[in-house]
Protein backbone atom coordinates (compact mmCIF):
# COMPACT_ATOMS: atom_id res chain seq x y z
CA UNK A 1 0.00 0.00 0.00
CA UNK A 2 1.30 3.33 -0.97
CA UNK A 3 0.14 6.92 -1.36
CA UNK A 4 -1.53 6.90 -4.35
CA UNK A 5 -1.06 9.84 -7.31
CA UNK A 6 -1.03 13.49 -5.85
CA UNK A 7 -5.20 13.99 -5.98
CA UNK A 8 -7.71 15.70 -4.30
CA UNK A 9 -11.75 15.08 -3.98
CA UNK A 10 -13.76 16.74 -7.03
CA UNK A 11 -15.37 19.08 -3.94
CA UNK A 12 -12.21 21.33 -4.44
CA UNK A 13 -11.96 22.07 -8.33
CA UNK A 14 -8.76 24.33 -7.65
CA UNK A 15 -6.82 21.29 -6.23
CA UNK A 16 -8.49 18.10 -7.85
CA UNK A 17 -8.66 19.26 -11.36
CA UNK A 18 -4.91 20.13 -10.56
CA UNK A 19 -3.80 17.07 -9.95
CA UNK A 20 -5.08 15.68 -12.49
CA UNK A 21 -4.00 17.92 -14.88
CA UNK A 22 -0.41 16.95 -13.60
CA UNK A 23 -1.16 13.17 -14.07
CA UNK A 24 -3.30 13.10 -17.03
CA UNK A 25 -1.26 15.62 -19.31
CA UNK A 26 1.71 13.93 -20.32
CA UNK A 27 4.69 15.23 -22.30
CA UNK A 28 4.19 15.83 -25.41
CA UNK A 29 5.50 13.80 -28.07
CA UNK A 30 7.84 15.22 -31.03
CA UNK A 31 4.46 14.08 -33.34
CA UNK A 32 2.85 17.29 -31.57
CA UNK A 33 4.87 19.55 -29.45
CA UNK A 34 1.60 21.43 -28.44
CA UNK A 35 2.17 21.33 -23.97
CA UNK A 36 -1.30 23.71 -23.90
CA UNK A 37 -3.03 20.15 -25.59
CA UNK A 38 -4.56 21.85 -27.96
CA UNK A 39 -3.21 19.29 -30.89
CA UNK A 40 -5.77 16.78 -31.06
CA UNK A 41 -4.28 12.91 -30.71
CA UNK A 42 -2.01 12.27 -34.27
CA UNK A 43 -2.08 15.88 -35.35
CA UNK A 44 1.42 16.28 -36.88
CA UNK A 45 4.05 18.78 -36.01
CA UNK A 46 4.38 22.18 -38.11
CA UNK A 47 7.88 21.51 -40.14
CA UNK A 48 10.80 22.60 -38.68
CA UNK A 49 9.41 21.71 -35.03
CA UNK A 50 9.22 17.89 -34.66
CA UNK A 51 12.82 18.08 -33.20
CA UNK A 52 12.43 20.53 -30.97
CA UNK A 53 11.28 19.81 -27.16
CA UNK A 54 8.52 21.39 -25.21
CA UNK A 55 10.47 23.70 -24.11
CA UNK A 56 11.87 24.79 -27.01
CA UNK A 57 8.35 25.44 -28.92
CA UNK A 58 7.40 27.48 -25.65
CA UNK A 59 10.88 29.69 -25.82
CA UNK A 60 9.71 30.20 -29.28
CA UNK A 61 6.98 32.06 -28.85
CA UNK A 62 8.97 34.95 -27.96
CA UNK A 63 10.19 36.73 -24.88
CA UNK A 64 6.77 37.76 -23.01
CA UNK A 65 4.48 35.24 -24.80
CA UNK A 66 6.75 31.99 -24.22
CA UNK A 67 7.71 32.79 -20.25
CA UNK A 68 3.62 33.16 -19.44
CA UNK A 69 3.43 30.08 -21.24
CA UNK A 70 5.56 28.06 -18.75
CA UNK A 71 3.42 29.74 -15.80
CA UNK A 72 0.32 28.23 -14.13
CA UNK A 73 1.70 25.18 -11.89
CA UNK A 74 2.28 27.32 -8.97
CA UNK A 75 -1.64 29.63 -9.76
CA UNK A 76 -3.18 25.83 -8.87
CA UNK A 77 -1.44 25.81 -5.74
CA UNK A 78 -1.20 28.86 -4.42
CA UNK A 79 -5.37 28.43 -4.03
CA UNK A 80 -4.82 26.40 -1.26
CA UNK A 81 -2.78 29.57 0.58
CA UNK A 82 -6.41 31.40 0.11
CA UNK A 83 -9.35 29.33 1.36
CA UNK A 84 -12.02 29.89 4.51
CA UNK A 85 -9.17 28.80 6.96
CA UNK A 86 -6.50 31.48 5.59
CA UNK A 87 -9.56 33.52 6.26
CA UNK A 88 -10.40 32.72 9.48
CA UNK A 89 -7.26 33.21 10.96
CA UNK A 90 -6.09 36.15 9.33
CA UNK A 91 -9.25 37.85 10.13
CA UNK A 92 -9.29 36.60 13.73
CA UNK A 93 -5.95 38.26 13.89
CA UNK A 94 -6.58 41.75 12.68
CA UNK A 95 -9.51 42.09 14.61
CA UNK A 96 -8.36 40.82 17.76
CA UNK A 97 -4.49 42.07 17.66
CA UNK A 98 -4.45 44.73 15.08
CA UNK A 99 -1.47 44.93 12.27
CA UNK A 100 0.75 43.56 15.18
CA UNK A 101 0.54 39.64 13.73
CA UNK A 102 1.40 40.89 9.88
CA UNK A 103 5.07 39.66 10.17
CA UNK A 104 3.74 35.68 10.76
CA UNK A 105 1.89 35.98 7.43
CA UNK A 106 5.29 37.08 5.61
CA UNK A 107 7.28 34.53 7.45
CA UNK A 108 4.57 31.71 6.60
CA UNK A 109 4.29 32.63 2.94
CA UNK A 110 8.56 32.50 2.64
CA UNK A 111 7.93 28.77 4.12
CA UNK A 112 5.25 28.13 1.77
CA UNK A 113 7.45 29.47 -1.19
CA UNK A 114 10.14 27.15 -0.26
CA UNK A 115 8.43 24.19 0.23
CA UNK A 116 6.48 24.86 -2.60
CA UNK A 117 9.45 25.47 -4.78
CA UNK A 118 11.22 22.22 -3.64
CA UNK A 119 8.25 20.53 -4.85
CA UNK A 120 8.00 21.75 -8.03
CA UNK A 121 11.74 21.22 -8.53
CA UNK A 122 11.47 17.63 -7.23
CA UNK A 123 8.71 16.68 -10.23
CA UNK A 124 11.10 18.42 -12.54
CA UNK A 125 14.17 17.20 -11.91
CA UNK A 126 13.14 13.25 -11.58
CA UNK A 127 10.24 13.29 -13.72
CA UNK A 128 8.01 11.68 -10.99
CA UNK A 129 5.92 13.13 -8.44
CA UNK A 130 6.45 13.19 -4.76
CA UNK A 131 3.77 10.63 -3.74
CA UNK A 132 5.48 7.88 -6.19
CA UNK A 133 8.62 9.01 -4.41
CA UNK A 134 7.82 7.77 -1.42
CA UNK A 135 6.47 4.57 -2.20
CA UNK A 136 9.89 3.87 -4.00
CA UNK A 137 11.97 5.01 -1.33
CA UNK A 138 9.72 4.78 1.92
CA UNK A 139 8.95 1.38 3.84
CA UNK A 140 5.43 0.63 3.24
CA UNK A 141 4.22 1.33 6.67
CA UNK A 142 5.34 4.88 6.49
CA UNK A 143 4.14 5.44 2.81
CA UNK A 144 0.96 4.05 4.15
CA UNK A 145 0.75 6.43 6.91
CA UNK A 146 1.87 9.33 4.90
CA UNK A 147 -0.92 8.22 2.34
CA UNK A 148 -3.42 8.39 4.89
CA UNK A 149 -2.06 11.79 6.20
CA UNK A 150 -2.79 12.83 2.55
CA UNK A 151 -6.06 11.89 2.52
CA UNK A 152 -7.68 12.87 5.78
CA UNK A 153 -6.55 16.45 5.24
CA UNK A 154 -7.49 16.60 1.80
CA UNK A 155 -10.90 15.46 2.70
CA UNK A 156 -10.67 17.85 5.88
CA UNK A 157 -9.64 21.28 2.72
CA UNK A 158 -12.80 19.79 0.58
CA UNK A 159 -15.37 20.04 3.26
CA UNK A 160 -13.84 23.76 4.62
CA UNK A 161 -13.69 24.34 0.32
CA UNK A 162 -17.27 23.58 -0.49
CA UNK A 163 -19.11 24.62 2.89
CA UNK A 164 -17.04 28.16 2.36
CA UNK A 165 -18.25 28.45 -1.26
CA UNK A 166 -21.45 28.07 -0.12
CA UNK A 167 -21.44 30.23 3.18
CA UNK A 168 -20.47 33.16 0.60
CA UNK A 169 -23.33 32.62 -2.30
CA UNK A 170 -25.24 32.83 0.84
CA UNK A 171 -24.03 35.82 2.67
CA UNK A 172 -22.73 37.82 -0.95
CA UNK A 173 -26.01 37.16 -2.94
CA UNK A 174 -28.83 35.94 -0.42
CA UNK A 175 -28.49 32.28 -2.07
CA UNK A 176 -30.42 29.60 0.14
CA UNK A 177 -27.51 26.96 1.70
CA UNK A 178 -28.62 23.96 -0.04
CA UNK A 179 -28.83 25.85 -3.28
CA UNK A 180 -25.69 27.31 -2.93
CA UNK A 181 -24.14 23.96 -2.54
CA UNK A 182 -25.44 22.88 -4.93
CA UNK A 183 -24.36 25.55 -7.01
CA UNK A 184 -21.01 24.79 -5.89
CA UNK A 185 -21.22 21.18 -7.20
CA UNK A 186 -21.76 21.92 -10.43
CA UNK A 187 -19.20 24.93 -10.98
CA UNK A 188 -16.82 22.61 -9.20
CA UNK A 189 -17.36 19.76 -12.04
CA UNK A 190 -17.50 22.80 -14.97
CA UNK A 191 -13.84 23.34 -13.99
CA UNK A 192 -13.05 19.83 -14.00
CA UNK A 193 -14.15 19.47 -17.20
CA UNK A 194 -11.20 21.97 -18.13
CA UNK A 195 -8.82 19.93 -17.99
CA UNK A 196 -9.90 17.85 -20.40
CA UNK A 197 -9.14 20.41 -23.04
CA UNK A 198 -5.62 20.85 -21.84
CA UNK A 199 -4.00 22.00 -18.93
CA UNK A 200 -3.73 25.49 -20.00
CA UNK A 201 -7.61 26.32 -20.21
CA UNK A 202 -7.88 25.48 -16.86
CA UNK A 203 -4.29 27.22 -15.47
CA UNK A 204 -5.56 30.17 -17.11
CA UNK A 205 -9.22 29.72 -15.39
CA UNK A 206 -7.64 29.42 -11.93
CA UNK A 207 -5.10 32.17 -12.45
CA UNK A 208 -8.16 34.15 -13.40
CA UNK A 209 -10.16 33.23 -10.18
CA UNK A 210 -6.95 33.97 -8.10
CA UNK A 211 -6.52 37.56 -9.96
CA UNK A 212 -10.23 38.35 -9.15
CA UNK A 213 -9.90 37.44 -5.31
CA UNK A 214 -6.46 39.60 -5.70
CA UNK A 215 -8.45 42.50 -6.67
CA UNK A 216 -11.16 42.24 -4.60
CA UNK A 217 -9.52 42.35 -1.30
CA UNK A 218 -7.03 45.64 -2.79
CA UNK A 219 -10.27 47.04 -3.16
CA UNK A 220 -10.88 46.35 0.17
CA UNK A 221 -7.70 47.58 1.47
CA UNK A 222 -7.92 50.85 -0.81
CA UNK A 223 -11.71 51.47 0.72
CA UNK A 224 -11.02 51.02 4.43
CA UNK A 225 -7.55 53.15 4.36
CA UNK A 226 -5.58 50.93 6.20
CA UNK A 227 -2.32 52.71 8.07
CA UNK A 228 0.54 52.39 6.54
CA UNK A 229 2.63 53.26 9.53
CA UNK A 230 0.77 50.66 11.26
CA UNK A 231 1.53 48.33 8.57
CA UNK A 232 5.26 48.68 8.71
CA UNK A 233 5.14 48.18 12.58
CA UNK A 234 3.70 44.57 12.54
CA UNK A 235 6.22 43.51 9.67
CA UNK A 236 8.64 43.46 12.69
CA UNK A 237 8.84 40.33 14.88
CA UNK A 238 7.10 40.57 18.24
CA UNK A 239 4.68 39.24 20.74
CA UNK A 240 1.02 40.43 20.46
CA UNK A 241 -0.24 39.77 23.37
CA UNK A 242 -2.34 37.04 24.92
CA UNK A 243 -3.57 34.38 22.91
CA UNK A 244 -1.35 35.29 20.14
CA UNK A 245 0.21 32.14 19.88
CA UNK A 246 -2.75 30.00 19.46
CA UNK A 247 -3.23 32.70 15.88
CA UNK A 248 0.20 32.28 14.89
CA UNK A 249 -0.01 28.91 15.50
CA UNK A 250 -3.79 28.75 13.02
CA UNK A 251 -2.13 31.07 10.43
CA UNK A 252 1.11 28.94 9.74
CA UNK A 253 -1.24 25.60 9.96
CA UNK A 254 -3.85 27.39 7.40
CA UNK A 255 -0.92 28.48 5.16
CA UNK A 256 1.32 25.18 4.68
CA UNK A 257 -0.57 22.24 3.57
CA UNK A 258 0.99 18.81 3.09
CA UNK A 259 -1.43 17.58 -0.16
CA UNK A 260 -0.79 20.84 -1.67
CA UNK A 261 3.29 19.89 -1.38
CA UNK A 262 2.35 16.25 -3.31
CA UNK A 263 0.50 17.87 -5.87
CA UNK A 264 2.87 20.66 -6.62
CA UNK A 265 5.25 17.81 -7.57
CA UNK A 266 2.66 15.64 -9.89
CA UNK A 267 1.41 19.12 -11.94
CA UNK A 268 5.60 19.74 -13.05
CA UNK A 269 6.69 16.15 -13.17
CA UNK A 270 5.25 16.20 -17.04
CA UNK A 271 4.07 19.42 -18.35
CA UNK A 272 6.65 20.39 -20.42
CA UNK A 273 8.87 18.75 -21.69
CA UNK A 274 12.91 18.79 -21.67
CA UNK A 275 15.89 17.34 -23.73
CA UNK A 276 18.83 17.54 -21.38
CA UNK A 277 20.19 18.93 -18.05
CA UNK A 278 20.67 22.36 -19.09
CA UNK A 279 16.84 22.43 -20.26
CA UNK A 280 15.67 20.75 -17.33
CA UNK A 281 17.96 23.99 -15.24
CA UNK A 282 16.43 26.53 -17.71
CA UNK A 283 13.08 25.33 -17.08
CA UNK A 284 13.24 25.08 -12.88
CA UNK A 285 14.28 29.12 -13.25
CA UNK A 286 10.99 29.29 -14.49
CA UNK A 287 9.84 27.29 -11.47
CA UNK A 288 11.27 29.84 -9.65
CA UNK A 289 9.30 32.32 -11.33
CA UNK A 290 6.10 30.91 -11.06
CA UNK A 291 6.19 30.26 -7.22
CA UNK A 292 7.39 33.96 -6.41
CA UNK A 293 4.75 35.79 -8.25
CA UNK A 294 1.64 33.12 -7.64
CA UNK A 295 2.77 32.34 -4.24
CA UNK A 296 3.38 36.26 -4.02
CA UNK A 297 -0.38 37.22 -5.07
CA UNK A 298 -1.22 34.93 -2.54
CA UNK A 299 1.10 36.16 0.42
CA UNK A 300 -0.58 39.82 -0.36
CA UNK A 301 -4.26 38.66 -0.22
CA UNK A 302 -3.52 37.50 3.25
CA UNK A 303 -2.06 39.94 4.55
CA UNK A 304 -4.82 42.30 2.87
CA UNK A 305 -7.09 40.40 5.04
CA UNK A 306 -5.47 40.56 7.88
CA UNK A 307 -4.95 44.79 7.35
CA UNK A 308 -8.58 44.86 6.64
CA UNK A 309 -10.01 42.97 9.62
CA UNK A 310 -6.99 45.29 11.39
CA UNK A 311 -8.85 48.44 10.02
CA UNK A 312 -12.61 47.97 10.44
CA UNK A 313 -12.60 45.56 13.99
CA UNK A 314 -9.87 47.01 15.78
CA UNK A 315 -11.58 48.80 17.86
CA UNK A 316 -15.16 47.31 17.75
CA UNK A 317 -16.74 45.22 20.41
CA UNK A 318 -15.39 41.91 21.30
CA UNK A 319 -16.32 39.14 18.90
CA UNK A 320 -17.52 41.16 16.62
CA UNK A 321 -15.41 39.73 13.46
CA UNK A 322 -15.73 35.74 15.71
CA UNK A 323 -17.60 34.47 12.38
CA UNK A 324 -18.08 35.17 8.97
CA UNK A 325 -21.55 36.42 8.88
CA UNK A 326 -20.37 38.41 11.71
CA UNK A 327 -17.54 40.10 9.76
CA UNK A 328 -19.66 40.30 6.74
Known amino acids: MGPPPAHDSALDPALAAGTAAGEATGTASPAAPDPGGGNPPGAQAPAGLAALSDLQVLRSRGRVRGVIALLGPAFVAAVAYVDPGNFATNFSAGARFGYALAWVIVVANLMAMLVQYLSAKTGVATGRDLPEL ?11 G ?8 AMATDLAEFIGAAVGL ?26 QHGYRRFELAIAGLLGIVFAGFVWDLVTVG ?31 MPHVVYLHSALTKSRVGVSGDDERRELLRFQRLDVVVALGAAGLINLSMLFVAAAVFRHSAPGSADSLQAAH
Open 134 to 144: CREHLPPAASA
Open 146 to 153: LWVQAELV
Open 170 to 195: NLVFGVPLLPAGLITAVVAFGILALE
Open 226 to 256: ADPKEIAAGLIPGAAGNGAVLLIAGIVGATV
